[in-house]
């Protein structure tokens, strides 16, 4: 906890407006931010930003938001979640064993979050009962996702069920746009999204509501700003903390829903690497890594931003991975350096 | 003070002679050595060859983790060190010659000492917590190595000098482990002999006291991660020169966690404050030994299920609170088991379950805060 703990003791109501502020700057950071890389995309790429390439930049990063909004909440109440990742392929694993084994579909999706859900639950009982660091004890559920992934199947497994290719394969209708193509030819087509980027913004709306119009919301902001403080407030801080590692497995199953929706497979080694991206997402989108300020809407900004990094190398084959991350690396350093900076002016005062 | 340090010991030692017997068990030659044209072979050399690069990030993880820091990124390093290595004798017309494997190792080391320089101004200079700083070079690098290498995987080891750091014996012992165990005995000189040992566990303690008792903690803290960074880029040069070939997505992939495991195995509080490289060094070979034991009679797909299981034991057997309560478990513990005076009175009206949250290392987070605001 102590790496992640950030308390404020005595501070004044006017630092705390202060503080809002500097949380409503970064997400206008971000804002600018990704703007300006679409802009540049745009000059650089063709139909980089036609209408169906922007609500890609969420239907191809749909599975990321619910992981986005897991780690959201446990990095809001002062802590991180390693697990999530693996967690993610676990549910895409199970989904794809169980509909192999003839399970029906609601039935796997039920089992699915109740998996991501219970070892989010006893994550969250060892970090807040045992007060074992967050980092280590995520780490170990990782660890166990990701050797059960293997344990089950040590090969992708194809879904062939009806209900997931359906949701696979769906195109919602938005709206009409015109489209340039590469010929120059302008033609009507119709700008689709899919089932997956409903649910995943469904489940935004939901943890807004959540952290910001409901006693628990308030709670996990409280946790996050001053553990102690919390405690001495009489906040049930134990419990919120375990809830917030359920929350994150739950939105890491459902991820791993969403994931096997989009690939219509299980893949075991899937999302290696991916708890990174989610809290670069969260970092990138304003949230104070050290608990306590954050908006969930920052961190789809910050998918979106992931996405559009995403969308150079899509749209440049030539371009080396390695750059997407070193720029993935840069932003979350110059995040952070930014949260370094407000901070330490709002200390100054 | 000898008595605690042979008790911290106890328990690591006695989990790996369990292995080694389980391994023994399962393979009736485990223990035999044999000498083949004057080189040591056997499934025990083996596992102390494997556990090379594990040892040298440990150790650099250990004293970051005795300063209440942590270095994710030494996988990273590792990936561009052995990345920029490979790719400088793939490339080089004479890869034979001993001068180009030279600034090969040079170069590719001063890079990872500059990448743990990177690591420690943002951690020491800029005050960013340990966890954060080092997941920018832990995304970005393993980025700059796979720029390195274009994206390709690289075949340097039919190169003879280059070998020899990973896969090459000097008189009859393979050289990864003499020197993993030079750096050991060097860094344990270098700790134990001298204050700077010391110096580490203070700054790990309080870094506001240490700052008050007249101890660089900046620059202490700097050290360590260079010195992090060192070793993970030398741990990067064995792990390409002893495989076939040098891949920057896959070249010491999840080290930093096995590191980290191995670390806190031996004893280490992951809270800082103090170390031990002893136990670190067997925590690097209950990993190895584990490992070999799990593939052999077991089934190497549930490797990390065991390790999440030796984590999940190794964290309760030394939390405190854990002990208390299974300790207690009889007597149904509650909030009141915790005795600190300034929360009783509130006690009553909390959840009995949210008082222990005040505890002192969450109170210490804020000297950690302070200094680092005022270091900033």
């Known amino acids: ?349 | 003070m000898s008595k605690l340090t042979s008790q911290r010991l106890v328990w690591p030692v006695a989990v790996l002679v369990a292995l080694l017997v389980a391994n023994l068990m399962a393979n009736h030659s485990f223990l035999s050595i044999t000498l083949q044209d004057g080189n040591l072979f056997g499934p025990l050399v083996d596992i102390l060859r494997r556990a090379a690069p594990i040892v040298l990030v440990a150790l650099g993880m250990s004293l970051v983790i005795a300063t209440r820091g942590i270095d994710l990124s030494v996988g990273a390093v590792a990936a561009i060190s052995g990345s920029w290595a490979s790719m400088h004798i793939v490339s080089s017309s004479d890869r034979t010659s001993v001068g180009v494997v030279l600034v090969a190792v040079v170069v590719a080391l001063v890079m990872a000492v500059v990448a743990g320089l990177f690591n420690g101004l943002l951690v020491s200079v800029l005050g960013i917590q340990p966890i954060v700083a080092t997941l920018v070079l832990m995304t970005a690098g393993r980025g700059l190595a796979q720029v390195i290498t274009n994206e390709k995987i690289l075949y340097p080891d039919n190169t003879p000098g280059y070998k020899l750091i990973g896969g090459g014996y000097l008189i009859g012992v393979p050289f990864s482990i003499l020197v993993a165990g030079a750096i050991f005995a060097l860094t344990a000189a270098l700790t134990r002999q001298t204050a700077l040992g010391t110096l580490i566990e203070s700054v790990g303690v309080n870094p506001e006291a240490s700052r008050l008792a007249g101890i660089r903690a900046t620059r202490i803290i700097l050290v360590v991660y260079v010195f992090s960074g060192f070793c993970a880029g030398l741990a990067g040069l064995m792990l390409t020169s002893n495989s076939t070939s040098a891949d920057p997505n896959s070249i010491g992939l999840f080290i930093e966690l096995d590191a980290i495991l191995a670390v806190v195995i031996g004893g280490t509080s992951l809270t800082g404050g103090r170390f031990s490289l002893w136990g670190t060094l067997i925590g690097a070979f209950i990993i190895e030994t584990m490992n070999s034991f799990v593939v052999i009679a077991i089934s190497p797909r549930s490797t990390d299920v065991f390790k999440a299981g030796v984590v999940v034991v190794v964290c309760l057997l030394q939390s405190p609170k854990a002990r208390r309560w299974f300790g207690g478990v009889v007597r149904r513990p509650t909030g009141r088991r915790t005795p600190p005076p300034t929360v009783s009175p509130t006690a009553p009206d909390t959840a009995p379950l949210s008082v222990p949250a005040i505890s002192v290392p969450a109170l210490d987070g804020d000297h950690t805060q302070d200094l680092e605001t005022r270091t900033s």
């Open chain 1, 1 to 349: 906890m102590s790496t992640t703990a950030d308390t404020h003791p005595g501070r004044r109501p006017l630092s705390r407006v202060l503080g809002r502020l500097g949380g409503y700057s970064q997400v206008a950071t971000t804002v600018v931010l990704l703007a300006i890389m679409l802009t540049v995309g745009a000059t650089l790429y063709q139909n980089f930003t036609s209408p169906q390439a922007l609500v890609d930049l969420l239907g191809k990063n749909a599975f990321l938001i619910p992981l986005a909004v897991g780690m959201t909440f446990v990095i809001l109440s002062g802590g991180i979640d390693l697990s999530v990742g693996a967690v993610m392929a676990l549910g895409s694993v199970i989904a794809a064993t169980l509909l192999q084994q003839g399970w029906s579909a609601p039935a796997v999706i039920v089992a699915v979050l109740l998996t991501g859900t219970v070892l989010g639950t006893l994550v969250g009982t060892v970090i807040s009962k045992f007060e074992i660091q967050p980092f280590i004890a995520t780490l170990a559920a990782m660890f166990l996702a990701r050797g059960l992934c293997l344990v089950i199947t040590d090969r992708s497994i194809t879904i062939k069920d009806a209900l997931f290719r359906k949701v696979n394969l769906a195109h919602l209708n938005l709206f009409e746009a015109q489209v340039t193509n590469v010929r120059g030819r302008t033609r009507t087509v119709d700008v689709y999204t899919t089932p997956s980027v409903l649910i995943a913004l469904g489940l935004v709306l939901v943890a807004f509501a959540v952290l910001h119009y409901t006693h628990f919301g308030r709670t996990v902001y409280a946790v996050g700003g001053s553990e102690p403080s919390a405690s001495l407030m009489g906040l049930a801080v134990d419990r919120t903390k375990v809830m917030v590692y359920a929350i994150s497995g739950f939105c890491a199953g459902l991820s791993g829903l969403l994931f096997s929706f989009y690939t219509a497979s299980g893949d075991p080694v899937a999302g290696i690497g991916y708890e990174l991206n989610a809290i670069a997402a969260v970092v990138i989108g304003g949230t104070l890594l050290s608990g306590g300020a954050g908006y969930v809407f920052g961190s789809v900004l910050g998918v979106l931003t992931l996405g559009t990094i995403y969308a150079y190398k899509e749209f440049d084959g030539n371009l080396n991975t390695g750059w997407t991350r070193i720029l993935i690396g840069g932003l979350v350093l110059f995040f952070i350096v930014l949260q370094r900076v407000i901070a330490s002016r709002r200390w100054a005062r």
